[in-house]
């Protein structure tokens, strides 16, 4: 059974480009959460999918992030005209419904 | 507002000794807390975690303490091994919920001397 996987493990774009993270859950997870850990800080909560559904975006930026997990295919995490401080380490997790989240390694965002 | 704490940056513990991690929460809706161990360019990975009616839970080499009238948990690790050098994350979340998020203090870097 294979972990979360995501990619690409690490992106640099220049800034006012489009940032786009992948995340596939484990096998038999439908629940997918995205957390974005700043440079020495703890990982903080951003976004929570179901299958087609966004349930809570309570962490999310209101511009620019958008969040998606189709019925077919992995989760997106998609940041337009990225800026400089979205440089960070995004973080996709997955789990069967209110257990145990298993994280994938990460995507390092590096704004130039 | 930090609603978890770990407020010790990092902890040097020599090899066989037992490794005391610490955190503390603001939240008293927490009821399941978790700890996570992160190696550089590794997402964090799953290591024990425990529900706010006990107080104690015990995995291995892994212990976890919670304390709710202080509002703090401990993971302690005994014996410690070069392994368990890593970056510790507690983090906690609210059972009743629908969406599980999880709140993570800033971290403690463990370094095991040999």
């Known amino acids: 059974n294979a972990g979360v996987m995501q990619n690409p493990r690490h992106l640099v774009r220049r800034r006012g480009q489009e940032a786009r993270l992948r995340c596939s859950p484990m096998?038999?997870?439908?629940?997918v959460y995205w957390y974005r850990q700043l440079p020495e800080e703890g990982l903080k909560f951003m976004v929570y999918?179901?299958?087609?559904?966004?349930?809570?975006e309570s962490g999310m930026p209101k511009e620019r992030f958008s969040a998606e997990f189709p019925k077919e295919g992995p989760s997106i995490l998609r940041i337009q005209q990225v800026v400089r401080g979205d440089s960070a380490a995004y973080f996709c997790?997955?789990?069967?419904?209110?257990?145990?989240?298993?994280f994938g390694p990460g995507t390092r965002l590096l704004v130039l | 507002d930090q609603q978890v704490k770990q407020n010790s940056p990092s902890l040097r513990v020599q090899e066989g000794r037992i490794s005391i991690l610490n955190c503390d929460y603001t939240?008293?809706?927490?009821?399941?807390f978790l700890w996570y161990k992160k190696y550089p360019a590794e997402g964090p990975t799953f290591l024990i975690s425990?529900?706010?009616?006990?107080d104690k839970n015990e995995d291995g080499r892994f212990t976890v303490f919670l304390n709710k009238s202080a509002k703090h948990l401990s993971l302690h690790i005994v014996p410690s091994q070069p392994g368990d050098s890593a970056v510790y994350f507690c983090a906690a979340t609210v059972l009743d919920q629908g969406a599980q998020k999880l709140v993570f203090g800033q971290g403690t870097r463990l370094t095991i001397n040999p």
């Open positions: 425990i529900s706010s009616i006990k």
């Open positions: 096998k038999g997870h439908s629940h």
């Open positions: 997790a997955s789990s069967p419904f209110q257990e145990t989240q298993y």
């Open positions: 999918l179901q299958k087609e559904n966004i349930i809570d």
């Open positions: 939240n008293s809706m927490f009821d399941y």
